[in-house]
């Protein structure tokens, strides 16, 4: 006779093994919700008859190839339904007669648009993934375990998709010392002092999210590079990252310093004077580094080059140009499948230039001279990473060189990790612009994905977000922007909306209501921090700490440096001139695009101030003067922050307690911040525009003195 103690027991010791097991089998730690599954968190569905649903259409998984990626596919296939459905799914070789299973299937005959490509449909009672490649199979296995994620309906089922852009990549601005330049998130993730020897789980962890959104390179160090990445040594670390990336389609790119052949081949006895890139002798010793790379990283992608700009060396150093320094390296990589991607973010300080003009006089003079194998990566904006910009005027201007996208994923000019900035609007808005370049619908969409001037050579490269922080990103919302700009290097049609949507259902909550209110906040968190941070095309009021307000900056070595140079406020008004009366940097865009901006009277009001210098007291669309305006802005985007607080309040039932006491911490001090950015800016203004705060706001209760003061400390090392 059993005692009902006796049967507590037991039935305790049953409920821990079966956690235990449950916990097993998709690596997960029993501990709160720390963020480190990101959104590959295959926690149960809890809704019994969906998941009864699910698990009778996937009863076994069936793989008809062995490769590395398939087995990859197969193994986030088992862990994914192990989580998902409670239960163990078998795999077996070949799906012979067998029904009611998932078939994996690499056919070359498979109708998608390319090798990436993915099928899913439903046949002969199958759920059948199906590609030209393994690594179609790979993206098609995730899209799959998405779809049960979002709780979607398996009947009926077709899911075809293959990607926009070709070479969809994430850039580290990580150093050898494992600082990241710009990084808010901890440390780098790569340690470089334990590599090549040391692989930490975490490698595997990384290239499992990037798969699932479609990342297929990686670059794995700073643009600002240290030679060192290019010796034998260093080599070795790498290609142990590229070893744990490769079965998850990940290729790894270094960024090159342009003058290693000098400053490596005099150390090493190579005897290289110079880094010239027209002397036979450097190019030997490209050539010569290239085939050692291989050697280490037989399918190794290609390098990154940050050349002339910044003070990092370049061609220019020996009188030649950006096209005859990336043709030379593409040259050396020619026995190779690697590219040459090189970077268009140049300017000079010039104090009577236009930053915002020097990409493309620099660049667009050079178009059709590169190499095939050389893509010029172009950042969104022509200044630099800034809340809201107008998208660069390169893109549409090159037609006969391919141009790759940067964006920033890493919050430099976005409040680091405790502002919350959904980024996928940002990057829509940028991607959705029309350049008019072959007249109405020329978006910079389609000039990177190469059908507006038939490029095969595209690309889309997002400056990273991640660290050593558990979480990976600091923010546990910034998760959200390194999975759009993922899912957006895949397929830039997808909207902001929708994005956000899913990385909620997969990351914090399915709870309906929950889901609609953390969705909204984030599509509405980028115009908020812009309000209180840069609104209607204020840019770069900041120093060297690109965090704390400065407006008032003027002292810098280079004027480009300092903030008064990007908004011009004096006594009459603020913004730049960027008409023909002023520097005529609109000359640099279509007639059509021009005459969208042209007029201050008609400019959209977000860009009002990038190219027009407006009087305090001129009336806007809105019906306020320039000054009422920006005071409401400055105001109401703080006060939205409160209005953020409130609705994550509300999702408290919904989301785990250790996340969602994280993310109140930070929309507290984002509140905190933003209140400091709108009195540094309205008292600031206010001592050229001369004119009382607009009712029905409150001038701030600390003088313009007592926020310097506070910046300095700030800023104080
Ligand atoms: C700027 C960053 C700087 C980067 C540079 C770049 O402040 O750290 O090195 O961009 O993109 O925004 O090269």
Redesign the pocket.
Known sequence: MITCRELNRLWATYLTALFLLLCQGSGYEARADDGYRLWLKYDPIANASQRDAYARAMQFIAVNAATPMVRSATDELRMGLQGLLGKAVPVVTGAGSRTGGIVLEVTPGVSVANDEGYRIEKRQNNIVISAKTDAGVLYGTFALLRHLQTGQSIDPLTLVSSPKVKFRMLNHWDNPNGTI??GYAGGSLWKWYELPETIDPRYKDYARANASLGINGTVVNN??ASPRLLTGEYLQKVAALANVFRPYGIKVYLSVYFAAPKTLGGRTGAGVKTSDPLDPQVRKWWADKIKEIHRYIPDFGGFLV?AN??GEPGPQDYGRTHADGANMLAEAMKPYNGIVIWRA?VYKADPKADRFKAAYEEFTPLDGQFDPKVIVQVKNGPI??QPREPFSPLFGNMPKTPLGMEFQLTQ?YLGFATHLVYEAPLFKECLDSDTYVKGKGSTVAKVVDGSLHGYTQTLMAGVANTGTDRNWTGHPLAQANWYAFGRLAWDHTLSSEGLADEWVKMTLTREPSAVKRITTMLLKSRDIYVDYNTPMGLSRPWAGV?FAPEPWQDKSPRPDWTAVYYHRADSVGVGFDRTASGSNALAQYQPEVRRQWENPQTCPLPYLLWFHHVPWGQKLSTGRTLWDELCTRFYTGADSVQWMQREWAQVKPAVDPVLHADVAGRLATQHREAIWWRDAWVLYLQEYARKPIPAPFKKPDRTLEEVKQLVDIYLLR
């Open positions: 330049e710009r643009v600002n940050k700009s910044e973010f630099d990473f430099e690109h």
